[in-house]
């Protein structure tokens, strides 16, 4: 979902895959994108998906190239373009760019000690479905007919997942989701399965291997990111029962951002006090 | 990093969050105008629609039907169709009469003969067409009239779900079930159906589009994995029928035969020649999934919807309709479809034939909707096109609104949770969570988009008189009172039938086109069914042509009058017309005079 995604950290990976990390995010929302295009077709259409990659990766040029004066690598923009062509659903075209380009930007505008604090995908498509609902709603169809390509992107996902050291955060969040599932239908007398279907969906694929997963706007220790990955699931249930539609996009865009700033403050808190250690000989 | 830079970037952050604002305001909404009544909208607009069902004696509601206790969680979104109207002269006086279908069970359907002084008279008993709604036989779904036989007059298919049922038109004094003779199927879940003439042999032949498995009955269900296996990509629904008339009142059914095999979720068919090959082609708009366009290459079928354009994105489709809306001699086609705000945007598919169909022999579609304002209908049902100010271009006249139940409470949240889910949870009933009183969709604002003539189409609903918020399924034109204008009638899901005269501003002139075709009960040779169904006529005036056809059925569960109403604005200088038979004959007519109705019939 962010430019900076899973494989861009890499003190997070172990040190004898060759791979150039960088490009395991790009691969992987690619299958989604194929798998669920080729299989059944669920994009709203091809030209609008081209249109939400092209306009990530010009405002990242555009904003790189002004802020730092070289050019950037693009696979975090392409990875925020393809989700966004994704993720929006309009039978217009310019919330496509639109949404591309407040993610994109988000990231350097909105930035505390240097780090940006929300997912930047994540900022955009709550902006979009908070500020033009009338225009915008979010992917929430199903994948097809059958579980084939569901289960070529979650092997894909969990492999690359665990190849980065993230996959404690995906787990983490499916566990969460699904118990808090089993809570609401008890809370509200639904179905276990009406609760946990929603998990079935392309939505949840893209959300549980690109938006929580994301490095730069997660914390360090994984004990931390499975807490907050647990909070995430909380806050969204507490949403459903509110019956908001887009929920955990809803949850992740509060708690993000908070337990990225106690980590920031904590950090600082850190640095300050060892500034005040005397440097022995 | 440039601080100066860093300023830019947050000053740009701030403009690309305020631009859905400036959209809104400075954007232009595309199609949406005031909303309140307009003091003066025959000025303005050039006509206005006056609702006066209770005034012509008409005082039909519709009641839903109460099918299996195991359904009774979700029973408001599945027993939520069956509120159907169409258009047929049933006694040959001149006058467009209108039948009405009911779905509760053991209520009465209505034909409401056109008495020619502004009221209605209820004869649906009188003629043996009243009595269709029973649970062992299954619940109206919607009617469609065509003169299989060829004797002058419309006889009539009621598709239910349930027995679908031909009953032949005895003179316009009695109807007789044909039911069995004619080899209609024992039982289909059908939400659609059209007479045409697909094998050009002079005789009509009828197409059914299933919607639940032919094998379910829904007041019996065995258990409840009935539901569609997607929201987007269902693939379980009921099968499809073409009965081609073999002339001696009975049908054969030949739908594999001629490549008319799918099981998709069809709501609304629509029969046109699309391509100009004489042969009419077939298009079919699914719920939970893509679109169909079925090719007929003289006589067999050919499903070409992703070679068109129209087979991607998925939608949920309930209404098919034709118009040229651009006045170019060829057909858009409208397929309605779910906009929610926030929630769930399918937008309504207005496909705009580009390129030559020549070329290759299939035509290709743009969908052109957003473009054109005519995207955003709410929970759009049943829609037709109509030149309802007689301006010499297309309006468009739209119903939607699925459940209006609590004003309150609403179901989308509940809906939108299950429609993402897994095959195996969505098609169980069981899994949806109970309904109980809350709304889906409900209480919306209907549509009329008038179009300027140049490509837009501008919504004046309510200015012009249309502000009822029933939940709309099937609508319906006539000109009732022959007066040259084209009246809307409404059937409303558990709700009244709504019929909106319509009066024109003056000076605007009009033309319209009664056909007959050259069949008779024993003479089908060289000749068109008599109906003239699928007989197109194109009007060239003031450098100008427009094309309509003859139909048996369009828009969801109805059926337009089969004359052709053709508006044509101001002081028109009409060159000619030119009608093109189902039988192959081009007969033109030169010089035609507006302002009244040219009986054609077609030439040996």
Not at chain 1, 6 to 33: E, G, H, K, M
Not at chain 1, 193 to 199: D, G, H, N, V
Not at chain 2, 150 to 178: A, K
Not at chain 2, 205 to 230: C, H, I, Q
């Amino acid at each position: 979902m962010t430019t900076q995604s899973i494989a861009t950290t890499p003190s997070a990976a172990p040190r004898r895959i060759p791979i150039d990390q960088r490009y395991l995010a790009p691969f992987l929302v690619t299958c989604v994108l194929l798998a669920g295009q080729l299989t059944f077709g669920f994009l709203e259409s091809w030209s609008r998906t081209f249109l939400a990659i092209s306009t990530a990766i010009a405002v990242e040029l555009i904003a790189v190239r002004a802020l730092y004066g070289k050019w950037p690598h693009l696979a975090s923009a392409y990875v925020s373009g393809i989700s966004v062509g994704m993720l929006v659903r309009s039978p217009a075209f310019w919330p496509y760019a639109l949404c591309s380009a407040i993610s994109i930007t988000s990231k350097y505008a909105l930035r505390i000690e240097g780090r940006h604090i929300w997912n930047p995908t994540n900022f955009g498509i709550v902006a979009m479905l908070m500020l033009a609902a009338d225009a915008v709603a979010g992917l929430s169809v199903q994948w097809g007919n059958n579980l084939l390509p569901m289960v070529v992107v979650w092997v894909f996902g969990i492999v690359i997942l665990r190849m980065v050291g993230r996959l404690n955060i995906t787990l983490t969040y499916v566990a969460s989701f699904l118990f808090f599932a089993w809570v609401r239908a008890l809370v509200t007398g639904h179905p276990f399965l009406s609760e946990a279907a929603p998990i079935t969906g392309p939505m949840y694929q893209l959300f549980i291997f690109f938006m929580i997963t994301d490095p730069k706007t997660t914390v360090r220790p994984k004990w931390a990111q499975s807490l907050v990955t647990v909070i995430i699931a909380a806050l969204e249930c507490v949403f459903r029962l509110m019956q908001f539609v887009y929920a955990p996009f809803y949850a992740l865009f509060i708690v993000g951002p908070i337990a990225n700033l106690i980590e920031i403050a904590i950090d600082k808190k850190k640095a300050a006090k060892r500034a005040q250690q005397p440097v022995t000989p | 990093m440039n601080r100066y830079a860093r300023l830019v970037i947050i000053v740009l952050f701030a403009g690309l969050l305020a631009t859905p604002f400036l959209i809104r305001r400075f954007g232009g909404s595309g199609g949406a105008a005031a909303r309140s009544p307009h003091a003066d909208p025959i000025g303005q607009y050039g006509f206005r629609l006056t609702e006066s069902a209770k005034a012509s004696g008409i005082d039909f509601v519709h009641g839903g039907p109460t099918l299996d206790p195991k359904l009774a969680h979700i029973m408001p979104q599945v027993a939520s169709m069956g509120a159907a109207v169409s258009i047929v002269d049933v006694d040959r006086d001149g006058r467009p009469d209108l039948y009405v279908t009911d779905s509760k069970e053991g209520s009465r359907n209505r034909l409401y003969h056109n008495r020619g002084d502004g009221t209605f008279e209820d004869i649906a008993d009188r003629l043996g067409v009243a009595d269709l709604n029973q649970p062992d036989t299954g619940v109206s779904m919607g009617a469609v009239w065509g003169d299989y036989d060829n004797d002058g007059f419309d006889d009539l298919f009621v598709y239910r779900w349930g027995r679908p049922d031909l009953f032949h038109n005895d003179g316009g004094t009695h109807f007789t079930r044909v039911t069995t003779v004619a080899g209609m199927p024992a039982w289909a879940n059908v939400n659609t159906a059209v007479w045409f003439d697909f094998d050009r042999d002079g005789r009509l032949d009828l197409f059914m589009g299933g919607y639940y498995p032919e094998s379910v009955n829904l007041w019996k269900l065995a258990d409840t994995r009935m539901m569609p296996e997607s929201f987007e990509y269902a693939n379980n629904g009921g099968r499809k029928y073409l009965l081609k008339n073999l002339g001696n009142g009975r049908f054969e059914e030949v739908s594999e035969r001629v490549g008319l095999a799918s099981r998709r979720w069809a709501l609304a068919a629509v029969a046109a020649d699309l391509r100009g090959t004489g042969y009419p082609d077939l298009f079919i708009a699914n719920d939970y999934g893509v679109s169909e366009l079925f090719v007929n290459d003289r006589g067999h079928f050919r499903e070409v919807g992703r070679e068109a354009g129209v087979g991607y994105a998925p939608k949920s489709g309930m209404n098919a309709s034709v118009g040229d809306v651009l006045n170019q001699g060829r057909f858009a086609i409208y397929v309605s479809n779910i906009s929610e705000e926030g929630i769930l945007l399918q937008g309504n598919n207005l496909w705009v034939p580009t390129g030559s169909p020549e070329e290759e022999g299939i035509p290709k579609y743009e969908n052109l909707a957003r473009a054109m304002g005519v995207d955003l209908g709410g929970w759009s049902f049943g829609a037709q096109f109509a030149d309802l100010n007689n301006d010499g271009f297309l309006d468009l006249y739209l119903v939607n609104g699925y459940v209006s139940a609590s004003r309150h409470e609403s179901y989308w949240y509940d809906f939108s949770k299950i429609a993402g889910g897994n095959q195996l949870v969505i098609s169980d009933a069981r899994n949806w969570p109970a309904m109980g009183t809350r709304s889906l969709g409900g209480y919306q604002q209907k549509k009329v988009w008038i179009s300027d003539g140049a490509g837009r189409f501008l919504d004046v609903a309510p200015m012009v008189g249309v502000t009822d918020r029933y939940d709309g399924r099937s609508v319906a034109l006539a000109d009732l009172s022959g007066r040259g204008a084209l009246d809307v009638i409404v059937a409303n899901q558990r709700g009244p039938l709504l019929l909106y005269k319509n009066e024109v501003a003056p000076g605007r002139a009009w033309i319209d086109f009664d056909l007959e075709g050259g069949c008779r009960a024993d003479a089908t040779n060289g000749c068109s069914n008599r109906a003239a169904i699928g007989a197109q006529v194109t009007v060239f005036w003031n450098g100008q042509q427009q094309l309509q056809e003859v139909q048996g059925g369009s828009g969801f569960c109805a059926q337009n009058q089969r004359r052709l109403h053709f508006g044509l604005g101001s002081a028109p200088a009409i060159e000619r017309a030119v009608v093109r038979w189902p039988s192959g004959k081009v007969q033109v007519i030169p010089n035609p005079q507006p302002n009244r109705v040219h009986k054609v019939e077609e030439p040996a």
